[in-house]
């Protein structure tokens, strides 16, 4: 699902530290403030983008709690302070409704280590906020609890694909959905009144713009394995293939991939792999465009930057930029006490199926909602910003849920950083990054 989508604290790349980056102030995730998504593993394989689930959803049981006695829910979370706001007023607004249910918010700074030490010593929460690459992990730990007996068909059709992919892993449903978030192209209008339909217009902009000796650019883009996905993916690359268990840097896709980028694009930019470098650039308007995601846009606004937002434009008819994105969850800690398991879905269904929760989340926070429903809201739809990155989900490849690609991304990013040092070639990076993943998941 930083910032807000996208907070979004990964095992290799600072764009996905804790928001407070994604895509997700939150997970993966898209929030308010204007840190990358929150992430830990990354990418999902461009074969599979959505799973299917693989047991079938029973008739949905009674969410009413079956005592009278007041049950309290624990929630911990990493959100920013400008998220968290919201999620206070909405809670408040639950608590009046369910006078038997009372929510605690706890923040957490290290999130994943707090949640790894006390869930197995009983002393976890009942639920906590990330993006959904945690799933996989997690639910082999042992550290997440079922709620397959409340997911019925009707409840996963209220939500797009991705965000239905996002809460199963092998059969099993482990959270609840609430916004998703990805990369998109945010261009100034007062430099570009017109935003690129094609790449080859977009490369005429870059061309235009570009002067590295006036320190002014053509682009300002993060250069890391995620940002640079969506270029992998749009010939049919990647890095990891979440079905088969294995890496796809050696494949000829992949290697064309990353020709396409340090051929048709690092040109043009700067030659930093600095965040916020990338960033400020675009803020400074030293740049005309930005690659980035719903967290970056409080900065945007703040920089008083007159901005508009469209998905990655096609490189050609048969090649488009799928970036990956996220998808912001509820998941549900592996309880101790499994009578406040009633109590719990009925929260979780509140919180994630009421169109006017969804819709304060994503008018208020930025989040860009995965409730169909609010996804087809007029107000909703009357927002650049929501209607701009809603559009480039469309596009997306959810990223992984399988542990295995904790042994993925440090390789690819230090691939990336070997090319732009010089020290490799683009194909000897990406053999080697090839290699040490092989090594590393049969180790």
């Not at 990956?324 to 499994?338: C, E, F, N, P």
Request: hydrophobic fraction near 40%.
């Amino acid at each position: 699902m930083k910032k807000t989508l996208f907070a979004l604290l990964l095992v290799y790349v600072v764009a996905f530290a804790a928001i407070a980056s994604g895509c997700i102030g939150g997970e993966t995730a898209t929030p308010t403030t204007s840190s990358p998504p929150q992430t830990t593993t990354t990418p999902e394989s461009t074969s599979s983008p959505t799973e299917t689930t693989t047991s079938s959803p029973p008739t949905e049981t009674t969410t009413t709690p079956t005592t009278q006695e007041k049950v309290t829910i624990v929630i911990w979370h990493a959100l920013g302070p400008n998220e968290l706001k919201a999620f206070e007023d909405l809670i408040a607004e639950f608590e009046i409704e369910h006078p038997n249910i009372e929510i605690k918010l706890e923040q957490k700074a290290d999130l994943e280590t707090a949640l790894k030490a006390a869930i197995p010593a009983g002393q976890g929460p009942d639920l906590f906020l990330w993006a959904h690459d945690w799933i996989g992990k997690f639910a082999e730990a042992g550290l997440l609890e079922p709620i397959d007996e409340y997911i019925t068909p009707e409840i996963l059709n209220k939500f797009s694909p991705m965000a239905q992919s996002a809460i199963e892993y092998n059969g099993h449903y482990y959270a609840m959905p609430y916004a998703a978030e990805t990369v998109a192209l945010i261009y100034n209008k007062d430099m570009v009144p017109n935003p690129p339909k094609t790449f080859e217009e977009m490369k005429a902009i870059m061309e235009k713009y570009y002067n590295e000796a006036e320190g002014t650019y053509g682009l300002a883009t993060p250069i890391d394995p995620y940002f640079l996905s969506g270029w992998v993916h749009a010939f049919g690359g990647y890095y990891f293939d979440d079905k088969t268990k294995t890496p796809g840097l050696d494949k000829p896709e992949t290697l064309q991939g990353f020709k396409f980028f340090f051929e048709q694009i690092f040109p043009y930019v700067a030659k930093t792999q600095d965040y916020n470098a990338q960033v400020s650039l675009f803020l400074d308007g030293k740049a005309p465009m930005m690659i980035n995601g719903p967290w970056s846009i409080p900065d945007v606004k703040k920089a008083g930057i007159n901005f508009g937002i469209v998905p990655l434009p096609p490189i050609d008819d048969k090649h488009r930029p799928h970036p990956y994105g996220g998808v912001r969850l509820i998941y549900v800690a592996k309880l101790s006490d499994k009578s406040k398991k009633d109590a719990i879905w009925t929260f979780l269904k509140w919180f994630t199926t009421t169109p006017d929760v969804i819709k304060t989340l994503s008018l208020q926070n930025g989040y860009i909602p995965v409730l169909t429903e609010v996804l087809n809201d007029p107000e909703i739809q009357s927002d650049p910003v929501l209607y701009g990155f809603g559009q480039a989900v469309q596009y997306a490849i959810p990223m992984p849920k399988s542990p295995e690609m904790g042994a993925v991304w440090g390789p690819v990013g230090t691939a990336i950083t070997d090319i732009i040092a010089g020290k490799k070639t683009i194909e000897q990076a990406l053999t080697d990054a090839q290699k040490e993943i092989l090594e590393s998941l049969s180790g």
